[in-house]
C-alpha cells in the first residue's frame, strides 16, 4: 500500500502564498496520478488539482485555475501544490491521494495522505 506524506500547511492571511508538498513511498511512482483535495470544515471534500509523474500533465479546479501550480520532482517522488492568493473560503484540510487515472472524484483515488490543515485568516 502506497504511504502518501503531506506537509506545508500552516495559518495565513487573505492574499498570502502556502507551498504544499506530499511525499509518496512508491518506488515506482505508481499509480500515476497524483491528486489533491481538500476538505473545508462542515463540507464534503473536493477535488483540487491532479499532475501524472510520467508526463507533468495537469488539471486544476476552476476555482483555483491561474492560482494554484502543481509541479512534481520524480527524484524526490514529491508533488508541490504552490497556492497563491489564498481566500478566507480556502480554509481546509489538504490531502494528496493516487489514482491510475485522472479524476475529480474521491473515490477514484485509492491511497490518501493523511492531510494538513491549511488557515487563511486575518
Known amino acids: 500500500q502506497v504511504q502518501l506524506v503531506e506537509s506545508g500547511g500552516g495559518l495565513v492571511r487573505p492574499g498570502d502564498s502556502l507551498l504544499l508538498s506530499c511525499v509518496t513511498s512508491s518506488r515506482t511512482l505508481s499509480p500515476n496520478v497524483m491528486g489533491w483535495f481538500r476538505q473545508p470544515p462542515g463540507k464534503e471534500r473536493e477535488f483540487v488539482a491532479a499532475?501524472?509523474?510520467?508526463?507533468?500533465?495537469?488539471d486544476y479546479a476552476d476555482s483555483v485555475k491561474g492560482r494554484f501550480t502543481l509541479s512534481r520532482d520524480n527524484a524526490k517522488k514529491t508533488v508541490y501544490l504552490q497556492m497563491n492568493n489564498l481566500d478566507p473560503e480556502e480554509t481546509a484540510v489538504y490531502y494528496c491521494a493516487t489514482a491510475t487515472q485522472f479524476s475529480r472524484i474521491a473515490d477514484d483515488y485509492t491511497a490518501w495522505g493523511q492531510g494538513t490543515q491549511v488557515t487563511v485568516s486575518s
Open positions: 499532475i501524472t509523474w510520467i508526463s507533468g500533465r495537469t
